[in-house]
């Protein structure tokens, strides 16, 4: 069978994800590492992620090993809508 474009799946991206490195489990908290090379990337990733049906906090940023991390159970806040403000 000869592959064309035509032929081959296409990709598509997934607006929004970020890119796990690792779970990992420590002392029964839960948490995983995303690259992030630079501060300015450390800035721009979400403050919250779901992961595998759980709730994730972004926690901190290593600039030696380059990675952030979100732990389980970080407490986070959401934001209240203006229409829910009245």
């Known amino acids: 069978m000869k592959l064309s474009a035509e032929t081959l799946p296409q ?3 997934v607006t929004g994800a970020i890119n796990v490195e690792v779970a990992w489990s420590c002392d029964g908290t839960r948490g995983i590492t995303v690259a992030c090379g630079t501060y300015d990337t450390y800035a721009a990733l979400p403050r919250v992620v779901r992961f595998e049906g759980e709730v994730y906090g972004l926690t901190g940023w290593n ?7 979100y732990k389980r159970g970080a407490r986070y ?3 209240v809508e203006a229409a829910e403000k009245k």
Do not use: I, K
């Open 77 to 79: 806040a959401t934001a």
């Open 63 to 69: 600039s030696d090993y380059g990675c952030a991390y």
């Open 11 to 13: 990709a598509t991206p």
